[in-house]
């Protein structure tokens, strides 16, 4: 069965320091992996996806994220937050065809000023 | 902007009470979603269908959760005779299945709706 793991429940840090969220997957055949970001109140968007190809991915609002297969995992980073980065992120994980997805916990993100 | 629309997007409820959820997808896609999320946990997935037909379903969908979409449009979620840990934000997507196969079939989400249980 496929499963993501969030290790960070939250995370704080300085407007303009750089950030990086993690996440580690398990999953049987090649992955399409998924960042999403949700703000209070409002549904998930798509930050960023990975299929095959280039392991290092660009998405919106700045975001990267780095495929590494030998860790199974797909880390988001930001050279530098802004004050409007402050949500809660979700790692994602999902078959060809992508019928459904299986979500980690998701990781809160604070940025202090 | 037409994106995903869901309604209503607060909904309280007394235990026992039966509710019922709308999602208005994308109007060109195929593909919706329900899934649920709790406090403090990412979503789950709980239904899809493709045009009108259901084709999968969680085990986390109980005999008192129903949903349909039966014109292939807009879906409706139902929970009979509700309880305390039916309380979540139901959240739904839609998404464009290219039959051809191949392709990715991104996921746009809803707005959800926040069910509360009393």
């Known amino acids: 069965a496929q499963s993501v793991t969030q290790p960070d429940i939250h995370i704080t840090v300085s407007e303009g320091a750089s950030l990086e969220l993690r996440c580690n997957y398990s999953y049987g055949a090649t992955p399409y992996l998924f960042w999403y970001v949700q703000s209070p109140g409002q549904g998930l968007q798509l930050l960023l996806k990975y299929f095959s190809g280039d392991t290092l991915v660009q998405g919106i609002k700045g975001f990267e994220a780095e495929f590494k297969r030998s860790q199974s995992s797909f880390n988001l980073r930001k050279p530098s937050v802004h004050w409007s980065d402050a949500a809660e992120y979700f790692c994602a994980v999902g078959p060809f065809g992508n019928e459904k997805l299986t979500f980690g916990t998701g990781t809160r993100l604070t940025i202090i000023p | 902007d037409t994106g995903v629309s869901q309604d209503p997007r607060h909904k309280i409820t007394k235990r026992g009470q039966n509710v019922t959820f709308r999602c208005d997808p994308i109007?060109?896609?195929?593909?919706l979603y329900w899934y649920r999320q709790t406090l403090g946990q990412g979503p789950e997935f709980l239904t899809y269908f493709q045009n009108e037909a259901q084709l999968e379903k969680s085990r986390l969908l109980s005999d008192r959760f129903s949903a349909e979409r039966p014109k292939g449009s807009f879906s409706t979620l139902e929970i009979q005779r509700t309880e305390q840990g039916d309380s979540a934000m139901y959240l739904c997507?839609?998404?464009?299945?290219?039959?051809?196969?191949?392709?990715?079939?991104?996921?746009?989400f809803g707005p959800g709706t926040r069910l509360t249980v009393l």
């Open positions: 997507a839609s998404s464009l299945a290219k039959l051809a196969g191949g392709t990715y079939n991104e996921q746009f």
């Open positions: 109007s060109e896609h195929n593909r």
